[in-house]
């Protein structure tokens, strides 16, 4: 019944957004998806309130999309908070790869997903702006597939925009910078990656110096006040740089938030 309905409005739309919808109501609809003109994306609040049905919706969910992105130009896709029990492994990796090379993608953003058990390593990230928010990549504090995706982002010539957080690991950050180095990314948000101490600084300041970033985010980090110094180091340093935002860390330096910008 559903399909039906909405079947003839959704073949002459090209841009869609879905919010707060059932497993099954996400099946009939991205099965239309699957052949219509649709090219950009938004799913919010997606939910299965039956696991055993929402694992069979999910699959078949998975294969629909997997059909759109691989025969339509879509140029965006956003998920926020798409609560999926967990798919078959071959279903879900064969859709993220599908997600990540697809050759028309122009943004990709993505809030809350476990990619633990995803590998990076074939993957090349061909889209402008990709944010991972709230994504997990490594369990344990093990550096292996955080690494491999770091790794993805160094090889790729298209990526500009690039946001990620929850990199709590040390030497996944160091991973990320030194492949921000020999990338092509000009804007990164990294946020909520437990960046503060002194010493973390004096170590990040040549990575952050060499890239050739224009605007740098780097709140909600738990920076204290010490590591101002450092960080006005890299500002000073950094010829490309026109901006570093430091919010959600109450700095407050002459009774001013820390937060910059060239003039």
């Known amino acids: 019944m559903l399909s039906n309905l909405l079947r003839p409005i959704l073949l ?6 879905v919010d707060t919808i059932e497993a099954w109501m996400l099946e009939s609809l991205s099965a239309i998806i699957a052949t219509s003109r649709i090219q950009g994306l938004t799913l919010v609040c997606c939910t299965f309130d039956d696991l ?12 629909h999309l997997r059909q759109w992105l691989n025969q339509t ?13 967990e798919p078959d492994q071959t279903d879900r990796d064969s859709f993220l790869v599908a997600l990540f090379h697809c050759p028309t993608m122009e943004s990709l953003k993505w809030h809350f ?3 633990t058990t995803f590998g990076f390593d074939n993957i090349v990230l061909g889209m402008p702006v990709l944010e991972l928010s709230k994504c997990i990549f490594d369990g344990n504090d093990e550096i292996g597939n955080v690494a491999a995706f770091c790794a993805s982002v160094g090889k790729s010539t298209q990526l ?19 492949n921000v180095v020999t990338s092509n990314v000009r804007h990164l948000v990294l946020t909520y990656s437990e960046l503060g101490g002194k010493s973390w600084w004096r170590t990040l300041a040549p990575l952050l110096t060499a890239c050739r970033l224009e605007t740098l985010d780097l ?4 920076v204290v006040h010490d590591d101002v110094d450092a960080r006005a180091a890299v500002f000073e ?3 490309t740089l026109e901006a570093i935002e430091f919010g959600g860390d ?14």
């Open 250 to 263: 109450a700095i407050i330096v002459n009774g001013h938030s820390v937060g910059c910008s060239r003039r």
């Open 219 to 222: 709140s909600f980090n738990d």
């Open 160 to 178: 500009v925009r690039l946001t990620v957080n929850a990199f709590g690991i040390y030497d996944g950050i160091v991973a990320l910078l030194e």
């Open 237 to 239: 340093n950094n010829p």
């Open 52 to 63: 055993n049905m929402g694992t069979v919706a999910t699959v078949a969910t998975l294969r």
């Open 12 to 17: 002459t739309l090209v841009e869609l957004h």
């Open 73 to 85: 130009p879509v140029r965006a896709f956003q998920v926020f908070g798409w609560i999926w029990p």
């Open 113 to 115: 997903m476990d990619f």
